[in-house]
Protein backbone atom coordinates (compact mmCIF):
# COMPACT_ATOMS: atom_id res chain seq x y z
CA UNK A 1 0.00 0.00 0.00
CA UNK A 2 1.75 3.25 -1.15
CA UNK A 3 1.21 5.81 1.55
CA UNK A 4 2.81 8.41 -0.48
CA UNK A 5 2.22 8.81 -4.12
CA UNK A 6 2.97 10.66 -6.57
CA UNK A 7 0.64 10.16 -9.81
CA UNK A 8 2.60 11.90 -12.44
CA UNK A 9 5.79 10.05 -13.40
CA UNK A 10 6.83 12.37 -15.63
CA UNK A 11 6.29 16.47 -16.59
CA UNK A 12 7.26 18.17 -19.13
CA UNK A 13 7.70 22.25 -18.66
CA UNK A 14 8.83 25.24 -20.90
CA UNK A 15 12.17 26.79 -19.48
CA UNK A 16 10.51 30.25 -17.87
CA UNK A 17 7.36 28.62 -16.74
CA UNK A 18 5.63 27.55 -13.71
CA UNK A 19 6.65 23.88 -12.73
CA UNK A 20 3.88 22.12 -10.36
CA UNK A 21 4.63 18.74 -8.75
CA UNK A 22 1.66 16.79 -6.52
CA UNK A 23 1.72 14.49 -3.86
CA UNK A 24 -0.63 12.71 -1.84
CA UNK A 25 -0.55 10.54 1.21
CA UNK A 26 -2.82 8.73 2.74
CA UNK A 27 -0.99 8.24 6.46
CA UNK A 28 -2.69 11.39 8.55
CA UNK A 29 0.04 10.64 11.20
CA UNK A 30 2.38 12.32 9.27
CA UNK A 31 3.49 15.66 9.95
CA UNK A 32 6.86 16.49 8.44
CA UNK A 33 7.06 16.55 4.30
CA UNK A 34 10.09 16.87 2.36
CA UNK A 35 11.10 16.95 -1.34
CA UNK A 36 13.64 15.38 -2.78
CA UNK A 37 15.56 15.90 -6.09
CA UNK A 38 18.11 13.14 -8.00
CA UNK A 39 19.92 13.49 -11.02
CA UNK A 40 21.34 10.36 -12.96
CA UNK A 41 23.59 8.40 -11.04
CA UNK A 42 23.79 10.31 -8.13
CA UNK A 43 21.68 10.78 -4.10
CA UNK A 44 18.66 12.18 -3.80
CA UNK A 45 19.28 16.02 -2.30
CA UNK A 46 17.27 17.83 0.07
CA UNK A 47 15.34 20.62 -1.57
CA UNK A 48 12.97 21.83 1.05
CA UNK A 49 10.41 20.68 3.39
CA UNK A 50 7.29 21.65 5.32
CA UNK A 51 5.86 20.81 8.98
CA UNK A 52 1.94 20.06 9.04
CA UNK A 53 1.64 23.15 11.14
CA UNK A 54 2.42 25.28 7.87
CA UNK A 55 0.68 25.61 4.71
CA UNK A 56 3.45 27.34 2.83
CA UNK A 57 7.08 27.16 2.88
CA UNK A 58 9.17 29.06 0.63
CA UNK A 59 13.08 29.01 -0.50
CA UNK A 60 13.59 31.29 -3.39
CA UNK A 61 12.49 29.90 -6.99
CA UNK A 62 10.71 26.72 -4.74
CA UNK A 63 7.87 26.77 -2.70
CA UNK A 64 5.88 23.89 -0.92
CA UNK A 65 2.12 23.99 -0.24
CA UNK A 66 0.32 21.42 2.14
CA UNK A 67 -3.37 21.06 2.01
CA UNK A 68 -3.86 18.84 5.25
CA UNK A 69 -7.42 17.98 4.96
CA UNK A 70 -6.80 16.84 1.23
CA UNK A 71 -3.42 15.13 2.47
CA UNK A 72 -1.77 16.84 -0.42
CA UNK A 73 1.09 18.82 -1.00
CA UNK A 74 2.72 20.59 -4.00
CA UNK A 75 5.91 21.71 -5.21
CA UNK A 76 6.02 24.75 -7.37
CA UNK A 77 9.33 25.88 -9.34
CA UNK A 78 8.97 29.42 -10.66
CA UNK A 79 10.92 30.50 -13.02
CA UNK A 80 11.68 26.76 -14.21
CA UNK A 81 15.29 26.19 -15.21
CA UNK A 82 16.92 23.74 -17.34
CA UNK A 83 19.24 22.43 -14.34
CA UNK A 84 15.75 22.04 -12.51
CA UNK A 85 15.49 18.69 -14.86
CA UNK A 86 15.41 15.47 -12.37
CA UNK A 87 13.26 13.41 -10.76
CA UNK A 88 11.63 15.17 -7.43
CA UNK A 89 11.20 13.07 -4.99
CA UNK A 90 8.22 13.74 -1.95
CA UNK A 91 8.91 11.74 1.11
CA UNK A 92 6.64 12.18 4.77
CA UNK A 93 8.00 11.43 8.25
CA UNK A 94 6.72 11.21 11.61
CA UNK A 95 8.70 14.61 12.61
CA UNK A 96 8.19 14.11 16.60
CA UNK A 97 9.55 11.36 18.29
CA UNK A 98 12.49 10.72 15.77
CA UNK A 99 10.79 9.51 12.96
CA UNK A 100 9.28 5.95 13.55
CA UNK A 101 9.56 4.37 10.25
CA UNK A 102 11.94 6.48 8.57
CA UNK A 103 11.23 8.09 5.26
CA UNK A 104 8.50 7.10 3.43
CA UNK A 105 8.87 8.16 -0.66
CA UNK A 106 6.69 8.63 -3.37
CA UNK A 107 7.80 7.13 -6.51
CA UNK A 108 9.67 10.33 -8.18
CA UNK A 109 7.80 12.22 -10.77
CA UNK A 110 10.83 12.79 -13.61
CA UNK A 111 10.58 16.86 -14.71
CA UNK A 112 12.40 17.85 -18.11
CA UNK A 113 12.32 21.72 -18.41
CA UNK A 114 12.75 22.30 -22.34
CA UNK A 115 14.27 25.42 -23.54
CA UNK B 1 33.49 18.71 4.52
CA UNK B 2 32.85 15.21 2.43
CA UNK B 3 29.84 13.74 1.79
CA UNK B 4 28.26 10.11 2.30
CA UNK B 5 30.11 7.70 0.45
CA UNK B 6 29.24 4.16 -0.20
CA UNK B 7 31.04 1.19 -1.81
CA UNK B 8 31.61 -0.02 -4.10
CA UNK B 9 29.78 1.91 -6.40
CA UNK B 10 28.72 -1.24 -8.67
CA UNK B 11 27.99 -4.90 -8.25
CA UNK B 12 27.24 -8.16 -10.01
CA UNK B 13 25.78 -11.28 -7.69
CA UNK B 14 24.16 -14.23 -8.28
CA UNK B 15 21.59 -15.77 -7.00
CA UNK B 16 21.66 -17.35 -3.84
CA UNK B 17 24.93 -15.48 -2.74
CA UNK B 18 24.99 -12.73 -0.31
CA UNK B 19 26.56 -9.34 -0.29
CA UNK B 20 27.50 -6.24 2.24
CA UNK B 21 27.64 -3.28 1.04
CA UNK B 22 29.60 0.10 2.99
CA UNK B 23 28.65 3.04 4.18
CA UNK B 24 30.78 6.49 5.37
CA UNK B 25 28.74 9.06 6.98
CA UNK B 26 29.70 12.84 6.42
CA UNK B 27 32.22 13.42 10.10
CA UNK B 28 30.28 13.95 12.71
CA UNK B 29 26.70 12.27 11.78
CA UNK B 30 25.50 9.89 14.07
CA UNK B 31 22.64 8.35 12.43
CA UNK B 32 22.75 6.08 8.99
CA UNK B 33 19.34 4.87 7.18
CA UNK B 34 19.62 2.51 4.56
CA UNK B 35 17.07 2.35 1.47
CA UNK B 36 16.45 0.42 -1.61
CA UNK B 37 15.21 1.99 -4.93
CA UNK B 38 13.57 0.13 -7.66
CA UNK B 39 11.55 1.28 -10.52
CA UNK B 40 8.57 -0.12 -9.18
CA UNK B 41 8.75 0.38 -5.61
CA UNK B 42 10.67 3.58 -5.62
CA UNK B 43 12.59 4.77 -2.81
CA UNK B 44 11.72 2.27 0.71
CA UNK B 45 13.32 2.83 3.91
CA UNK B 46 15.07 -0.13 4.76
CA UNK B 47 16.53 0.73 8.73
CA UNK B 48 18.07 3.34 10.37
CA UNK B 49 21.03 2.75 12.85
CA UNK B 50 21.82 5.30 15.67
CA UNK B 51 24.98 4.94 18.35
CA UNK B 52 25.36 1.06 16.32
CA UNK B 53 22.35 0.39 17.42
CA UNK B 54 19.10 -0.44 15.39
CA UNK B 55 16.25 2.38 15.85
CA UNK B 56 14.05 1.85 12.70
CA UNK B 57 13.31 -0.87 10.67
CA UNK B 58 11.29 -0.64 7.38
CA UNK B 59 9.19 -3.53 6.17
CA UNK B 60 11.94 -6.20 4.55
CA UNK B 61 12.53 -10.02 5.08
CA UNK B 62 15.56 -10.71 7.56
CA UNK B 63 17.63 -11.84 4.46
CA UNK B 64 18.05 -7.93 5.31
CA UNK B 65 20.46 -6.71 8.35
CA UNK B 66 22.75 -3.98 8.76
CA UNK B 67 25.08 -3.00 11.87
CA UNK B 68 26.79 0.18 12.89
CA UNK B 69 30.49 0.49 14.23
CA UNK B 70 31.61 2.87 16.93
CA UNK B 71 32.70 5.59 13.96
CA UNK B 72 29.20 5.40 12.76
CA UNK B 73 30.23 3.75 9.42
CA UNK B 74 27.82 1.16 8.53
CA UNK B 75 27.14 -1.58 6.82
CA UNK B 76 24.03 -3.56 5.19
CA UNK B 77 24.25 -7.26 4.15
CA UNK B 78 21.84 -8.97 2.13
CA UNK B 79 21.95 -12.91 2.28
CA UNK B 80 20.56 -15.41 0.11
CA UNK B 81 19.86 -12.98 -3.04
CA UNK B 82 17.02 -12.88 -5.24
CA UNK B 83 16.42 -11.34 -8.70
CA UNK B 84 14.34 -9.03 -6.83
CA UNK B 85 16.79 -7.34 -4.57
CA UNK B 86 18.83 -6.08 -7.90
CA UNK B 87 18.52 -2.42 -7.05
CA UNK B 88 20.11 1.09 -5.88
CA UNK B 89 20.69 0.98 -2.13
CA UNK B 90 21.36 4.10 -0.98
CA UNK B 91 22.77 5.30 2.21
CA UNK B 92 21.76 8.91 4.33
CA UNK B 93 23.16 10.23 7.22
CA UNK B 94 21.95 12.84 9.71
CA UNK B 95 23.63 14.30 12.88
CA UNK B 96 20.89 12.73 14.77
CA UNK B 97 18.23 10.50 14.31
CA UNK B 98 16.65 11.02 11.09
CA UNK B 99 12.87 12.09 11.93
CA UNK B 100 14.44 15.34 13.31
CA UNK B 101 16.66 15.93 10.82
CA UNK B 102 18.10 16.48 7.40
CA UNK B 103 19.24 13.61 5.86
CA UNK B 104 22.32 13.46 3.25
CA UNK B 105 22.75 11.18 1.02
CA UNK B 106 25.55 9.18 -0.57
CA UNK B 107 25.69 8.07 -4.50
CA UNK B 108 23.89 4.51 -4.03
CA UNK B 109 25.39 1.28 -4.48
CA UNK B 110 23.98 -0.19 -7.74
CA UNK B 111 23.41 -4.36 -7.64
CA UNK B 112 22.59 -6.38 -9.82
CA UNK B 113 21.40 -10.41 -9.34
CA UNK B 114 21.85 -12.61 -12.22
Known amino acids: DQQ ?3 NSPSLSVQEGRISILNCDYTNSMFDYFLWYKKYPAEGPTFLISISSIKDKNED ?3 TVFLNKSAKHLSLHIVPSQPGDSAVYFCAATL ?15 HLIIQP | KAGVTQTPRYLIKTRGQ ?11 H ?3 SWYQQTPGQGLQFLFEYFSETQRNKGNFPGRFSGRQ ?13 ELGDSALYLCA ?10 QFFGPGT ?5
Open chain 1, 95 to 109: YSGGGADGLTFGKGT
Open chain 1, 4 to 6: VKQ
Open chain 2, 93 to 102: SSLELAGDNE
Open chain 1, 60 to 62: GRF
Open chain 2, 18 to 28: QVTLSCSPISG
Open chain 2, 110 to 114: RLTVL
Open chain 2, 69 to 81: FSNSRSEMNVSTL
Open chain 2, 30 to 32: RSV
